[in-house]
């Protein structure tokens, strides 16, 4: 059975990786066709205030989670019969949280645009034609969740992988669009476009899952028990999931503040960079989190606890192996990606980089934490370290004058919540073994990584920036991460089943 799981984590990670590969340089050269064509100030808007319609989309990013621990955690039981009954209900609440996201968004997001963002007075206009699209396309982004979340619960990364990539074509296709097809406003144009694209995504997920899964389905009447068990889990994640949301977006807010659309531009770039690069490490995490609860909800807490670690420490190989190149040569790429490389861009992608290797680790432990079901104290407590960043970050970049601090207050912030969360998932599981994950799970591969990072960085520093250099660095650096991880961190039994799946391959 073990093996098997390992099997079909192995297979549904190469799927994700597949679409990460493509998708992660599809991204960034749309990115660099939309800043080139919008114009680094008005790029800044369209993410601040796009940003906004995320705040306010926070309900969904707690049912996302609920939907689909309840569909995995019912399948690990092997209650068939209640997968329909917990579709039903992520239904009629996503249903209720588009309703509540219009009301909030036709309201106090509104007041929010015109009164407290830092937007120049002609730009208005655009703004809030950015919004309405943005609202409305974060509806459809809503109604999919039910149907994403029985995709992951089912294990189906290959349809996972397939509609992401058309997504990430079809916006690759409105960049390209844009610099041909003019317009009176090509912000406004962008913005229509891509609420478009969303509506594809979510009829291509509607459309699958109607058609191969027989618990999926758009009626509203969902067992009022199991409606009160979801909003009672989700209501729990509410506090949590909704202090990181306004902390990712509200550090775009802070930037706008401090240094306007420009600075904005700074901030979206680094998103957009550093989240190509950090799913390299979470698509194995997507891969992992199904089997986690499946074995908690089979009371396998040492298989369980096994998973957790190998996915901590694989994560973080997987982001290191670009995240290290990316870091030495960050200024380089960006010269080599975008014809106007706004200030603050490269150090920011560097130290939200740093802070991605903690924050695997926590991804990991939230799985573990989730599967238990007994979540409100997490939530509430790690709700409160992300929040408390922000005035933080603001009262240092105010007194000190550099925004840096908006990346650096996360690093140590994430680095706490990997201790703080492992005791957290301990007092829940008393079979959890808080030293073994926090070494073999965490110190361990970050002291790999971390010293193939400075090795890199004080040898490369003696050449000029180069093509060259690059592949020298990005082949220099997997050598010796992949090297250090199969000599120091795996284990006899794990290096033998790797070479015995090694050798049946080239048998073939």
């Not at 909003?231 to 550090?251: H, K, M, R």
Request: net charge positive; charged share 10%; proline share 2%.
């Amino acid at each position: 059975m073990g093996r098997d799981n390992d099997r079909r984590i192995a297979r549904n990670t190469g799927f994700l990786y597949l679409r990460m590969l493509v998708t992660m340089g599809v991204s960034l050269y749309t990115s660099r066709v939309v800043l080139d064509v919008l114009g680094v100030a008005d790029y800044g808007i369209y993410n601040v205030v796009g940003g906004l319609v995320v705040i306010l989309s926070f309900l969904n990013g707690t049912m996302s989670g609920a939907t689909q621990r309840f569909l995995n955690y019912e399948m690990g039981r092997g209650e068939a019969g209640l997968l329909k009954a917990t579709f039903a209900s992520a239904w009629a609440i996503h249903l209720a949280i588009a309703a509540i996201l219009l009301l909030l968004g036709e309201t106090a997001g509104l007041w929010f645009v015109k009164n407290y963002l830092v937007i120049e007075p002609e730009r208005m206009t655009a703004a809030m034609w950015i919004y309405q699209f943005s609202l409305w396309g974060a509806l459809f982004s809503v109604l999919l969740v039910p149907f994403n979340g029985a995709v992951f619960a089912h294990e189906r990364m290959n349809v996972y992988a397939y509609i992401t990539l058309l997504f990430t074509f079809l916006k690759l296709g409105v960049a390209l669009l844009l610099l041909y097809v003019a317009s009176a406003d090509t912000l406004i144009a962008y913005a229509a476009l891509i609420f478009a694209v969303n509506v594809v995504n979510f009829l291509c997920y509607f459309i699958y899952c109607l058609r191969n899964f027989s618990e999926c389905g758009i009626s509203v009447k969902a067992p009022a028990a199991q409606v009160r068990n979801m909003l009672v889990y989700s209501g729990s994640d509410l506090i949590g999931t909704a202090c990181y949301t306004i902390e990712n977006q509200g550090v775009l807010v802070i930037l706008n503040r401090i240094g306007g659309t420009v600075l904005n531009a700074a901030g979206g770039l680094c998103v957009t960079v550093c989240s190509a690069i950090s799913q390299f490490g979470s698509s194995i995490i997507m891969a992992f989190r199904p089997q986690i609860i499946k074995q908690y909800a089979a009371r396998d807490y040492d298989y369980m606890q096994t998973l957790m670690v190998n996915c901590s420490k694989y994560s973080i190989l997987l982001l290191a192996l670009f995240a290290i190149p990316a870091f030495v040569e960050m200024d380089y790429l960006l010269e080599l990606w975008l014809k106007e490389v706004p200030a603050y861009t490269a150090l920011f992608c560097r130290l939200a980089l740093i802070m991605a290797l903690s924050q695997m680790a926590v991804f990991t432990l939230n799985a573990g934490i989730h599967a238990t079901g007994r979540i409100f104290r997490f939530s509430l407590i790690t709700g409160l370290t992300y929040i408390i960043e922000l005035p933080i970050m603001y009262v240092l970049m105010r007194h000190t004058g550099n925004p840096a601090w908006a990346y650096i207050i996360p690093i140590f912030q994430m680095t706490f919540n990997v201790a703080l969360v492992s005791v957290m998932l301990r007092n829940r599981m008393a079979e959890f073994k808080i030293m073994r994950f926090i070494c073999s799970g965490y110190l361990q591969p970050v002291a790999v990584v971390l010293t193939v990072g400075i090795v890199m960085w004080m040898t490369t520093s003696v050449f000029k920036d180069s093509l060259l250099r690059l592949l020298m660095v990005g082949f220099t650096s997997a050598l010796l991460v992949i090297g250090l991880y199969w000599s120091a961190l795996m284990t006899p039994a794990m290096r033998a089943e790797v070479m015995t799946a090694i050798k049946k391959k080239l048998k073939r």
